[in-house]
């Protein structure tokens, strides 16, 4: 208790405590928003180490069509067998929207497929048999040149490409749709003018 000049009395009030207040529960506020956050961040990346999500591996296992050449053009056909695995230990691949089509270097795809969506079991391996054929398929006068002299060889190269949307699901998560694509190049065919211009896979080929 102080007094004035004249002798009166006065109280003396603490200092307003509001403030102080509001900055502990500001504070403690952030820090638990902030712990919040890297339990989520923890738990979100156990999660993905424990269930990561690994795309098909395709294995080109053999493959065999026929092949002519006109002055400017290509008409062939081929027959490829596939095996198709799902790598994933803890995962379905639900396949959507997938093409696959036979490739020739810089002229990229000369004839292409589409196929019904299915669904690939965890580790499941299926084989698949693609079809593909060309009609006089325009390369010009210069490719048909290297395309022939490659055949009295007696090897000729052709590439396989597949791509899609892909899903991956199991019990607990179920992902997005993702664009999926695997390349098979070089596909070395074996050609022999003898046995009707006939094409044989030389070596199994594993995609990319």
Request: positive net charge; glycine residues 6%.
């Amino acid at each position: 208790m102080e007094t004035l000049a004249h002798g009166k009395p006065y109280a003396v009030h603490d200092p307003p405590q509001q403030r102080s207040f509001f900055s502990t529960f500001l504070w403690r506020f952030l820090m638990a928003m902030v712990a919040a956050f890297a339990l989520m961040a923890i738990i979100s990346l156990t999660v993905k180490l424990v269930f990561k999500q690994r795309y098909p591996e395709i294995l080109v296992v053999s493959g065999s069509g026929t092949l002519r050449t006109s002055r400017y053009g290509l008409t062939a056909k081929w027959d490829v067998m596939c095996v198709v695995k799902n790598p994933n230990n803890k995962f379905t691949i639900h396949y959507d929207a997938i093409s696959a089509g036979i490739t020739h270097g810089k002229f990229g795809i000369l004839d292409s497929r589409h196929y019904k969506p299915f669904v690939q079991g965890s580790r499941a391996q299926n084989a698949v048999g693609l079809g593909f054929a060309a009609k006089d398929v325009f390369l010009g006068k210069e490719e048909i040149l290297r395309i022939r002299d490659d055949m009295s060889r007696g090897a000729v190269r052709f590439g396989l490409r597949l791509s899609g949307w892909v899903r991956f699901k199991n019990h607990i998560i179920k992902s997005r749709y993702h664009f999926w694509e695997s390349v098979c190049d070089p596909l070395m065919f074996d050609f022999s003018a003898t046995k009707n211009f006939s094409l044989t896979l030389t070596n199994p080929v594993t995609c990319k």
